[in-house]
Structure formats: structure tokens, C-alpha cells
């Protein structure tokens, strides 16, 4: 089941731009975590962010977590043409098991 | 140089044919997933299996079937019972199964009808 939901689905922005994108989700979580997947590729595991942590960073990604609105934002900075992507956001609950429920992804197009 | 290998990168699938999907990983990772990717969609759980010798189904199992005889190997059966394969097959790999850990995927197999 895919628990879930990013915003927006795509987004396009210039070279040296931020990029920001949201992960809804609908019951509590054990973690969220974020991958990147180049197209036609595997996914690539970006950050992980634990149920009581608020905020991580790694290098140009900042990961905010909001578990009383049940949401979650990646902003990536200063955007690079290697960063054109999908981002997808997987949780994972003790009421899955643990296993993770991935969003629909939002694709990222960053114009050189 | 450690990793998620799936072959082959593309497959063709005729009416009425059973394909296997080939996944071997040497991180010596416990777990191993099969996830479904159809466009413009996130992954669905196929199957995922916690150790060698036992296996559980996910949310879209019908159709397919998987073993686990050896740690390294993780191999998917499409059947002909699934009526709808033509999708992108992920194969991902992580320590252990439980607490969320971080999941390494395979390149993907990309599955077509002819």
C-alpha cells in the first residue's frame, strides 16, 4: 500500500535554483526516508530520518520532518543538472511491519 | 566492488510464459524485496524475504513467485497467471528487515509483452 504522497509531482527549475518537495503520509511512522531514482535506473538511498528527529542534512539536502502534520520536505540547494530525477519518500510503520510504502515521486528537472 | 546485480536488463514475455527474474547481491544482506514499478508510479511490494528459506508476500504477490534457497539469490518468477506484467522490476537488498533500514536496489528489469 502506498502510504505516501508527494507534492508536487514535477517540478522544474534553473541551474543554481532550490528545489523543494513534500511528502504526506496518513498513519505514524518509524521513519521516513528519501530516494533518488535517474530515469530508466534503480533508486538511490538519500537520507533516513527517524520519527523523533525534526531536521537532518547531508551535503546540499536538508530533510525536515513534521510528525504532527504528517509531512516531511526535502529541499536540495543549489541545484546541479545531475540532480534531475525523481525523489520518492518511503515510510515505514510498526503497523507494515516495518516494510516501506514508497509515494508516487515528484520528478525534478533542473534546466542548464 | 559490492552490490545488487538483476539480469537481464530487458525481458519479453510471450502469452502463456513463465519469465524468472534473476537477483544476486554479495553486501551479505539478510533481506531481499522485489518491488514493481509501473509509469509514472511509486514501487509496489511484490514479495520480500527476511532470511534464506522463507518468504513473505507483499501487496501485489498474485501472479508471481519467488525462492530463496541460497543468502546471495532472490530470484522472481513471473507467471502466466499475471495478466499485466509489463512493468519495471526493482530488486533491492538491506541488513536486516525490520526498523526501516536503508534498501540498496538493483538497475531493474524491464519486463515486456510481445
Known amino acids: 500500500s502506498q502510504q505516501g504522497e508527494e507534492d508536487p509531482q514535477a517540478l522544474s527549475i534553473q541551474e543554481g535554483e532550490n528545489a523543494t518537495m513534500n511528502c504526506s503520509y496518513k498513519?505514524?511512522?518509524?521513519?521516513l526516508q528519501w530516494y533518488r531514482q535517474n530515469s530508466g535506473r534503480g533508486l538511490v538511498h538519500l537520507i533516513l530520518?527517524?520519527?523523533?528527529?525534526r531536521e537532518k542534512h547531508s551535503g546540499r539536502l536538508r530533510v525536515t520532518l513534521d510528525t504532527s502534520k504528517k509531512s516531511s520536505s526535502l529541499l536540495i540547494t543549489a541545484s546541479r543538472a545531475a540532480d534531475t530525477a525523481s525523489y520518492f519518500c518511503?515510510?515505514?510503520?510498526?503497523?507494515?511491519?516495518?516494510?516501506?510504502?514508497f509515494g508516487a515521486g515528484t520528478t525534478v528537472t533542473v534546466r542548464a | 566492488d559490492g552490490g545488487i546485480t538483476q539480469s537481464p536488463k530487458y525481458l519479453f514475455r510471450k502469452e502463456g510464459q513463465n519469465v524468472t527474474l534473476s537477483c544476486e547481491q554479495n553486501?551479505?544482506?539478510?533481506?531481499m524485496y522485489w518491488y514493481r514499478q509501473d509509469p509514472g508510479q511509486g514501487l509496489r511490494l511484490i514479495y520480500y524475504?527476511?532470511?534464506?528459506?522463507?518468504?513473505q508476500k507483499g501487496d501485489i504477490a498474485e501472479g508471481y513467485s519467488v525462492s530463496r534457497e541460497k543468502k546471495e539469490s532472490f530470484p522472481l518468477t513471473v507467471t502466466s497467471a499475471q495478466k499485466n506484467p509489463t512493468a519495471f522490476y526493482l530488486c533491492?537488498?538491506?541488513?536486516?528487515?525490520?526498523?526501516?533500514?536503508?534498501?540498496?536496489f538493483g538497475a531493474g528489469t524491464r519486463l515486456s509483452v510481445l
Open positions: 533491492a537488498s538491506s541488513m536486516t528487515s525490520g526498523g526501516g533500514p536503508s534498501q540498496y
Open positions: 498513519t505514524s511512522i518509524n521513519n
Open positions: 530520518i527517524r520519527s523523533n528527529e
Open positions: 518511503a515510510t515505514d510503520s510498526r503497523s507494515n511491519d516495518y516494510k516501506l510504502s
Open positions: 553486501l551479505n544482506h539478510d533481506a
Open positions: 524475504s527476511q532470511i534464506v528459506n522463507d518468504f
